[in-house]
């Protein structure tokens, strides 16, 4: 079945480090998403991304913040200089044509020291 | 504010009995309501995806209900397992864009 891959599965970084967030979407999706979950927290959205754009993104994703579909399979989170309070699992999504399910992948959980 | 309340935040059953988990929701523009089930430390994972104009959805075990009017939904869980233990969260869609709105979730426990 198909499914959304993310990677890495557990990344720590140092406070202002950079660090990039991958998905690999499920390939006939044309519909991606980022989530964050603070540690007991509900799940929030970031950003959406269609047609190789920004389509809507939320408050939490400020300038630090950047997406990216640099081919045809990945999808990208950037955060360029981490806060501790960035610390949290992320979650990638990603949905058909029309407003169909989205499917989320495993999640990535950073943890900025 | 477009928001999902749940409730309850927590319950514990014994396997094999019923459960109804409930979610009231404000979230404009409406788009649809949809349940997940979600394991510690993984991903949602989609049970039901309801629209404006479905009352009634069953996936297997779990039949979720909406009152577009009342703003309410609900999640019934018959004959419960142990693997249903999880957190169960009702999301609403804004808009036509997938932005979804997540509850707190109800964490499930499921005794034997």
């Known amino acids: 079945e198909p499914e959304v891959t993310q990677t890495p599965s557990h990344q720590v970084t140092q406070m202002g480090q950079e660090v990039i967030l991958r998905c690999v979407p499920i390939s006939n999706h044309l519909y991606f998403y980022w989530y964050r979950q603070i540690l007991g927290q509900k799940v929030e959205f970031l950003v959406s991304f269609y047609n190789n754009e920004i389509s809507e993104k939320s408050e939490i994703f400020d300038d630090q913040f950047s997406v990216e579909r640099p081919d045809g399979s990945n999808f990208t989170l950037k955060i360029r200089s981490t806060k501790l309070e960035d610390s949290a699992m992320y979650f990638c999504a990603s949905s058909g044509w029309g407003n169909t399910e989205a499917f989320f992948g495993q999640g990535t959980r950073l943890t900025v020291v | 504010k477009n928001q999902v309340e749940q409730s309850p935040q927590s319950l514990i059953i014994l396997e094999g009995k019923n459960c109804t988990l409930q979610?009231?929701?404000?979230?404009?523009?409406?788009?649809?309501l949809r349940w997940y089930k979600q394991d510690t430390g993984r991903g949602p994972v989609s049970l039901t995806i309801m629209t404006f104009s479905e009352n009634t959805k069953s996936n297997g075990r779990y039949t979720a209900t909406l009152d577009a009017d009342t703003k309410q939904s609900s999640l019934h869980i018959t004959a419960s397992q142990l693997s249903d233990s999880a957190s169960y969260i009702c999301?609403?869609?804004?808009?036509?864009?997938?932005?979804?709105?997540f509850g707190a979730g109800t964490r499930l426990a499921v005794h034997p």
């Open positions: 979610c009231n929701y404000t979230v404009s523009p409406f788009s649809n």
């Open positions: 999301v609403v869609s804004e808009g036509g864009y997938n932005k979804l709105i």
